[in-house]
């Protein structure tokens, strides 16, 4: 039976570390941190997330404020609002919540950040210094998948990874902080052939589909690592739902070495990390160690 990862409890840890860290920089800086969470528009799942993260800087004792847009902001103004905030000396932390509405670029909007303020790490210049290995600020979601594998597995080097989905949050910057540890990396996609056979080479296993339990318990090298990141809600007895992963964790239990459940296992680890970020960019642009 597979070791149970328990990314709440590891989330709820870390943040109480970064709690302390961040009454470090208080009384070494006189301020707290700040995050700034733009939402445009009245998305309900968008108000529940930003409330969440609102509520996670306060615990941690940074300073979170959320800038709330009418549905109908126009990209220029939009704008002008990271422009404002890219200039204030006491934010240091700026996330967009997604999505957006279609009238406007999203992909402009999160270029205008200022890297150091780039939380969610989505900007170009994050994602291009992890790609060319130099020090930055990294995507919660697979700097969270990560800090679980090292949790779970220590030193990461020369094992076999599988990471399936490339998408520009999760996947790919998750093969390259794999590649980073030095594992050897494969990354799987929607053509991949032969996904069982792919999957079944790896010491670990990074689901990020959106695909209800598709990955079978039967394609697992025993003793492998799973990491499922997928969160999908299907239809559960008496009408009502309940969240899966990507991952059939019944059957992934029994050959898995270790696995994260859903919920409690990646889902903690990325508003944690969202933390850690902010701390980060605070650090760092108060001229301290960022890394402590
Ligand atoms: P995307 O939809 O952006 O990417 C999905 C990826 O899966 C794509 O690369 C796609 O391939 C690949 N894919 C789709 N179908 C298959 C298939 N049959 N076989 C192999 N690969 C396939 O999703 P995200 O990366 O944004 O999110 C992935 C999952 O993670 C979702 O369930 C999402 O809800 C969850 N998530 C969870 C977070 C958390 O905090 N726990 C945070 C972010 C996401 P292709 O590129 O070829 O289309």
Redesign the pocket.
Known sequence: MARLIDGKAFAARLRTRIADETAEFVTDTGRRPGLAVVLVGDYAASQVYVRAKQKACEEAGMSGSVHRLAPDTTQAELLAVIARLNADAATDGILVQLPLPDAIDADAVIQAIDPAKDVDGFTTASAGRLLIGLPGLVA??PL?CLMLLKEVAGDLAGKTAVV????????KPMALLLLRESCTVTV?????QD?PAVVRSADIVV?????PE?VKGSWLKPGAIVID????RVPAAAGKTRLV??VDFDEAEQVAGAITP?PG???P???ACLLHNTLKAARSRAGLNPTT
């Open positions: 919660c979601t969270g399936i989905g490339r998408s520009d949050i999760v996947g799987a996609h929607s053509r991949t996904l689901a990020a589909v959106g695909r598709m990141v997928g969160i999908n992963g990507d859903v296992g990646v889902g680890m990325t508003i």
